[in-house]
């Protein structure tokens, strides 16, 4: 195991990505909280429904879900394109012929640092979700700071925790795992690329919603 | 020394070798010239490893190439350096992170030791004072000279070079040039370049392979080039009325 390598790539992909990763948590926490609050007006249901909303909501799915898809695009991007100029430029082929093992040292670190660092991705955004619903929707008045929290708190399953974990573990591996393909076998010119790059997003993002779908099938 | 022995290559429907045979001398710099498209960077690759024949074999010394399995690929691989066209350094290291890559990966020497080995490699190739620039900073006849220094770092058994001289001035390239026959002959090398550079043809062309169309057409020595009557040796080397005139005039002395 290259360990060098693959604490780069987890700085690379942990750190480079914390920032758009909870910016995008917060707003969507912060439009789901004010989404249900919309639908829970004039309704018996009581305002502290929100809170409890979006935790599951966040938790089950969009943490999980939209985070993989921000993820397939910038990080997938970026690696299809960092390994697919490598390629280009014969450094591959320079790291062969020394008798370096490519796929173990340019594939394994960043399968590896995404399976580990992107759950971790997650949990954050998950986090920064829910405290972007209690923004929003405190700060709109559509619930009080003790009905949200208290709504966050109820009906709480630590099972949902598991799926969530299930989901990034997987949409991790297909984004690094699709972008290191198509970056690896990538052929000669620019435009071939750029090719790539997009193929590694679009073929991401159509797994993670596949895998998303069976893995709501079998897990719940 | 490398032998090929009826080498053949298909791409698809298109056949790019046609049953090549060489040997590449032990202490000399053994050049493949050809026109482009001549199959030479194909047959390049083929006996470094890269791409694997259609058919024929491949003796790296008493080793059949193709018949050994992924370890044994690996440790022949260990005992090859090759200085790319475009170079292949790694952008993101500095000079003497590319020249110590190799023993990084490889070497069980201590940092001193390493440090110690890519100033002496550095300073091998003249490019002292260089080991904190990155490849973007440097010129391109300073590149080569780090792509030459990361080939010879673990003192190989065998050199490739495709084009070293490629996007090169005349000068630099003659720099290149020596600096590749020194390393060759100093440890008993044996060197493969791949070129169409004519004053390399002449200038450290020890043995002479000629590609043409896929196959084997003419093989000498920088001297044989001057009076041999191969028409297509002829047509690829004295292309321009100048070096038709310089051959006369040599003939005629």
Redesign the interface.
């Known amino acids: 195991m290259y360990w060098k390598e693959t604490l780069r790539q987890m700085n690379d992909i942990g750190i480079g990505s914390l920032g758009i990763v909870a910016l995008i948590a917060l707003f969507i926490g912060a439009v789901t909280a004010v989404q249900f609050a919309y639908q829970l007006s004039n309704s018996f249901i009581p305002a502290y429904y929100i809170g409890y909303i979006v935790r599951d909501s966040t938790i089950i799915e969009l943490a999980p879900t939209i985070s993989a898809l921000v993820l397939a695009g910038k990080v997938g991007s970026n690696i299809a394109a960092e390994l697919g100029g490598m390629r280009q430029?014969?450094?591959i082929?320079?790291l062969?012929?020394?008798?370096?093992?490519t796929a173990g040292y340019l594939v394994g670190p960043k399968v590896f640092a995404g399976c580990f660092v992107i759950p971790l991705l997650i949990i954050i955004a998950a986090g920064v979700s829910i405290v972007g619903g209690y923004l929003a929707a405190v700060s709109s008045g559509f619930v009080t700071a003790t009905d949200y929290i208290f709504g966050v708190h109820a009906f709480f399953e630590e099972y949902y925790v598991f799926m969530m974990l299930v989901k990034a573990v997987v949409f991790a591996f297909i984004l690094t795992s699709v972008a290191c393909y198509k970056g690896y076998y990538v052929k000669n010119g620019s435009i071939e690329l750029g090719r790539s790059s997009t193929q590694a997003v679009v073929l991401s993002n159509i797994l993670i919603l596949l895998a998303d779908y069976i893995i709501a099938l079998i897990l719940t | 020394m490398i032998k090929a022995v009826d080498i053949r290559k298909s791409f698809g429907e298109q056949e790019v070798l046609k049953g090549v045979s060489a040997t590449f001398e032990k202490g000399k710099t053994n050049l493949i010239i050809g026109l482009s498209g001549a199959g030479k960077t194909v047959f390049l690759k083929l006996l470094?490893?890269?791409i694997a024949p259609t058919s024929g074999e491949i003796w790296y010394g008493e080793t059949d190439f193709l018949k050994l399995g992924k370890q044994e690929r690996?440790?022949i691989?260990?005992e090859?350096?090759?200085l790319?066209?475009?170079n292949?350094?790694?952008?993101s290291m500095t000079v003497e992170e590319n020249v110590r890559?190799?023993l990084d990966?490889?070497s069980k020497y201590s940092k001193k030791e390493k440090d110690l080995q890519v100033d002496k490699c550095l300073e091998r190739v003249n490019l002292v004072g260089s080991n904190k620039k990155l490849p973007g900073e440097i010129s391109g006849g300073m590149q080569k000279r780090v792509g030459i220094a990361r080939a010879i770092i673990l003192d190989p058994k065998y050199l490739?070079c495709d084009e070293p001289n490629s996007g090169l001035d005349p000068k630099t390239s003659i720099l290149i040039d020596e600096l590749i026959r020194e390393i060759t002959v100093d440890n008993n090398m044996t060197t493969i370049i791949n070129t169409h550079d004519m004053n390399s043809v002449m200038e450290i062309g020890d043995k002479i392979i000629l590609l043409h169309q896929g196959e084997l057409a003419w093989v000498g020595n920088k001297k044989d080039v001057m009076t041999s009557d191969n028409e297509t040796l002829q047509n690829f080397i004295f292309a321009s009325p100048f070096l038709q005139r310089l051959r006369k005039a040599y003939n005629t002395r």
Request: proline share 3%.
């Open positions: 430029k014969e450094q082929d320079a062969e012929i020394m008798g370096v093992n | 470094v490893g890269l690996t440790d691989r260990r090859v350096g090759m790319f066209q475009g292949a350094l790694f952008d890559f190799p990966m490889f490739f």
